[in-house]
């Protein structure tokens, strides 16, 4: 008999829920509408590469074009984020090394015109038989099938893989082109999105601001170990949630039920603190990665109440990019006109100051961007220095002392903006 798990997490680190179903030729289509809106675009669909060939100043590609015609292009780096049978990644010579595990889905993406009982709710079948119905049984479990517009239903061969490389010189590879992963856990696109998330701002600091083309090497230094802790934590999840015998279901439905009676553990399964994030160790960041340290974590996303008494996203608030974050007083105010140059016009860093719900000072010509942290969540990451530096990728690069701000800053610059460094 098959199990179904239902369950509904609220606790939101970076501002949403952790489980977020997402129709991704939706979101396919947003993103291709934001691109047009940027300019400076040349979008080519239905193009296959065929051939490129590097050199110390770019990358020439050969390409099919969608009415099968070659042509040529040159870019100055190029990224492979074409899929599981990554052209790119032949191409470099790249080979898939890891596990043996393989397994088959069917999915299914259908429009349905009525109310879904278990919606909000994420909720999952534990079957121990193999997927056998059609497309329409498997939707008449929640509803009449007859009402259902099945929009697609793909066979699709799950693998647990990593490429043996991800960069030779110019070329790089992202997403499942890079990693493949079963998915048990739902971070396959996740993990594609956390990679172009490191890649494409350090990419724009060799392209924009001189940055050395090595600093690209930090990219899968920092990624691949945790796509690959991801990967096999798919694994283990696909075994615990899909054993074919009817026997190793039993008994983990028992085992389970048992460990779920416990408050605490059952309340850690439903926010999903089993799925730990990732956090750099080495790569391009300052200082140590100490067990204590918030240097090489991902700076949370806190709801922050602004002067205005307005309860928003930290993002929505301060914007993407670098930014100097400090608790309790403005970072800026320690650095001299060198760092506040630094900081505002090199890096283009936004200076954020943090306070808790409650305390942000009221007194007359007191400042009126100070953001308070309403639920406490950033506030841990302040317990040892009072400012971070934090990367465009929203992971902390620093953590330091008022003191030692201007001199890291410089470190900063010199690192990531070279040709503009001694500005």
């Known amino acids: 008999m098959a199990r179904r798990v239902t369950t509904l997490p609220t606790e939101k680190p970076q501002g949403h829920p952790w489980i977020t179903p997402i129709h991704q030729p939706a979101l396919d289509r947003h993103l291709r509408s934001a691109l047009a809106e940027c300019g400076g675009a040349d979008v080519r669909l239905n193009h296959t590469v065929t051939r490129l060939t590097q050199d110390s100043g770019g990358v020439d590609l050969e390409f099919l074009d969608a009415r099968g015609e070659l042509g040529q292009a040159r870019a100055s780096i190029v990224l492979g984020c074409d899929g599981a049978n990554s052209k790119e990644r032949k191409l470099i010579e790249a080979t898939l090394v890891g596990s043996d595990f393989t397994d088959t889905w069917l999915v299914i993406d259908a429009r349905l015109p009525e109310p879904i009982p278990h919606i909000p709710y994420f909720q999952m079948w534990l079957a121990p038989a193999a997927p056998r119905p059609t497309a329409r049984r498997i939707i008449g479990r929640d509803t009449d099938p007859e009402k259902a517009e099945v929009r697609r239903h793909l066979i699709y061969d799950f693998r647990a893989t990593c490429?043996?490389?991800?960069?030779?010189?110019?070329?790089?590879?992202?997403?499942?082109?890079?990693?493949?992963?079963?998915?048990?856990?739902?971070?396959?696109?996740?993990?594609?999105?956390?990679?172009?998330?490191?890649?494409?701002?350090?990419?724009?600091?060799?392209?924009?601001?001189?940055?050395?083309?090595?600093?690209?090497?930090?990219?899968?230094?920092?990624?691949?170990?945790?796509?690959?802790?991801?990967?096999?934590?798919?694994?283990?999840?696909?075994?615990?949630?899909?054993?074919?015998?009817?026997k190793a279901a039993a008994a983990r439905d028992v085992v389970a039920g048992t460990v779920l009676r416990i408050p605490a553990l059952r309340t850690a399964a439903r926010q999903?603190?089993?799925?730990?994030?990732?956090?750099?160790?080495?790569?391009?960041?300052?200082?140590?990665?100490?067990?204590?340290?918030?240097?090489?974590?991902?700076?949370?996303?806190?709801?922050?109440?602004?002067?205005?008494?307005?309860?928003?996203?930290?993002?929505?608030?301060?914007?993407?990019?670098?930014r100097t974050i400090g608790w309790g007083d403005h970072p800026g105010e320690s650095l001299s006109p060198?760092?506040?140059?630094?900081?505002?016009?090199?890096?283009?860093?936004?200076?954020?100051?943090?306070?808790?719900?409650?305390?942000?000072?009221?007194?007359?010509?007191?400042?009126?961007?100070?953001?308070?942290?309403?639920?406490?969540?950033?506030?841990?990451?302040?317990?040892?220095?009072?400012?971070?530096?934090?990367?465009?990728?929203?992971?902390?690069?620093?953590?330091?002392?008022?003191?030692?701000?201007?001199?890291?800053?410089?470190?900063?610059?010199?690192?990531?903006?070279?040709?503009?460094?001694?500005?």
């Open 163 to 246: 490429a043996s490389h991800w960069r030779v010189d110019r070329v790089l590879l992202c997403g499942d082109a890079a990693h493949l992963m079963p998915p048990m856990v739902g971070q396959g696109l996740n993990s594609g999105i956390h990679d172009v998330t490191n890649l494409t701002w350090k990419v724009a600091a060799v392209l924009r601001s001189g940055a050395p083309l090595e600093s690209l090497d930090t990219y899968e230094a920092e990624r691949r170990p945790h796509a690959e802790a991801i990967t096999n934590l798919s694994v283990r999840a696909g075994q615990l949630t899909t054993p074919r015998s009817a």
């Open 272 to 322: 999903g603190r089993w799925r730990k994030p990732a956090r750099y160790r080495r790569g391009l960041l300052s200082g140590r990665t100490s067990p204590l340290s918030p240097v090489g974590r991902l700076f949370s996303q806190p709801i922050v109440r602004t002067f205005e008494g307005e309860e928003r996203l930290l993002d929505d608030v301060a914007g993407t990019g670098w």
């Open 338 to 423: 060198r760092g506040q140059h630094l900081a505002g016009t090199v890096l283009r860093a936004t200076f954020v100051t943090f306070a808790e719900a409650g305390s942000r000072p009221t007194r007359p010509g007191a400042r009126s961007d100070v953001l308070e942290d309403v639920e406490g969540v950033a506030r841990p990451l302040f317990r040892r220095k009072p400012i971070l530096l934090v990367r465009p990728d929203n992971y902390v690069y620093a953590s330091l002392s008022r003191e030692r701000l201007e001199e890291v800053l410089d470190q900063w610059a010199r690192q990531i903006a070279p040709q503009r460094g001694g500005e």
